[in-house]
């Protein structure tokens, strides 16, 4: 029977990390002194060792300047590079899933947004939005140019991509942590989750995971919306939008049909094919997901989101429910009362001189006249987030 490594670690409660400081901890003094010296004088670090392990046995993220200092208050008189050499020494690295395990068919797809002030031929200046995925093991790419980077915007995009894929790996890695993260901790790990997210990804069966900051943590590749604007939008020209996304389409198709240096020179559509085999089937179609949200039924029995109200029967008042968002309505069910809504969609500003809308490679596509496949890479996205345009 196959166990995983967290699974392990689970079922010992202990990390690999702290299990490295026990064993390193048992080498004693004695040992160490037997072992035969470098050349050159004896280090004033060592004789530490044993200091910095027990310290990091009780504190594992506890930062090597803070090290150093407790290390100089227990009578440290030597100097910080040596000390900081001794500290990298015994500090394990804590690898990432994505890093071990990046060339497995159909266990992770990486997801990114992306944001890029384009020039367009006539002068003019507007800034694109746009959703990055790949999956890692066939290199096999898509993206969309979309309307925001909310919540909604990247799940319904998310899924959009999965059905052009052909199935839903294990794990989606997203290179940050916004929108999917409402709390972050100092290296970027999300400490709290935003619920409309959370429940939609486990609608989908999807574990989910953001790649650290900076550092070894972070493991291999560099962020995806950065690696689009250097190999397309740096040297694109371009009319304007859906000239942008038409162009996006045809790179984007003819990057997955030619051989990659990084995948030993096979191109990304061939192994596309064996990964389509482990995917999973999609649970649930981008049109057909409901984002959920909690909500409290006001005093005048209307239910506010997203600065639209929707009327519910008098007697919910007062009630904590849960609005159910789809692309084209809304469902709410508080207690044991529950109304259905076609979605509102905020005003358009004044400036805008287009419908509420979506943005897809043939141009712009009302929310009402939604087509699914007219992305750049796939299909479209099946809604419109407040002001876009």
């Known amino acids: 029977m196959a166990i995983f490594l967290n699974e392990v670690i689970e079922l010992r409660k202990v990390s690999p990390f702290v ?23 004896p280090s004033k670090a060592q004789p530490f060792r044993q200091f910095v392990l027990d310290l990091l046995l009780k504190e594992p993220n506890l930062r090597s300047l803070e090290i150093v200092r407790r290390a100089r208050q227990a009578g440290y008189d030597g100097g910080k590079s040596a000390l900081y050499s001794l500290i990298a020494s015994v500090r394990p690295r804590r690898s990432r899933p994505l890093a071990d395990h990046d060339r497995v068919p159909g266990e992770i797809v990486r997801h990114g947004f992306g944001q890029v002030d384009f020039a367009f031929k006539d002068g003019t200046e507007r800034s694109l939005t ?17 309307p925001d980077q909310s919540v909604e915007t990247c799940v319904r995009t998310m899924v959009t991509h999965y059905g052009s894929m052909g199935g839903v790996p294990l794990l989606a890695a997203f290179d940050r942590a916004r929108p999917l993260g409402i709390r972050t901790d100092s290296e970027g790990q999300v400490l709290e989750w935003d619920l409309a997210f959370a429940y939609a990804a486990l609608q989908l069966g999807l574990g989910v995971e953001v790649r650290a900051r900076r550092g070894a943590d972070r493991g291999p590749g560099t962020n995806l919306g950065n690696w689009l604007k250097l190999s397309f939008f740096k040297s694109a020209k371009a009319n304007d939008e859906s000239d942008v996304a038409r162009q996006l389409a045809e790179w984007l198709q003819d990057y997955n ?57 008098p007697d919910a008042v007062g009630l904590v429910g849960m609005l159910h968002l789809y692309p084209d309505r809304v469902a709410i069910v508080a207690g044991r009362y529950e109304a259905t809504h076609p979605r509102h969609l905020p005003s358009m500003s004044a400036s805008s001189d287009i419908a509420p809308s979506v943005r897809t490679s043939a141009g712009v596509a009302p929310v009402a006249d939604w087509n699914p496949a007219a992305v750049a890479g796939g299909p479209a996205l099946p809604y419109a987030r407040a002001g876009s345009a």
């Open 19 to 41: 299990h490295r400081l026990r064993r390193l901890r048992r080498t004693s003094v004695v040992e160490l002194s037997a072992q035969k010296r470098s050349v050159g004088r």
């Open 130 to 146: 746009f959703f990055v995925s790949r999956l890692e093991y066939s290199r096999w790419m898509m993206a969309s140019i979309v």
């Open 257 to 313: 049909a030619h051989e990659q240096n990084e995948i030993s020179g096979k191109a990304p559509a061939i192994l596309l094919a064996e990964e389509r085999q482990r995917l999973r089937p999609t649970k649930v179609q981008a049109h057909e997901l409901a984002l959920r949200f909690p909500v409290l039924v006001g005093p005048r029995a209307v239910v506010v989101h997203d600065g639209q109200s929707y009327a519910m029967p």
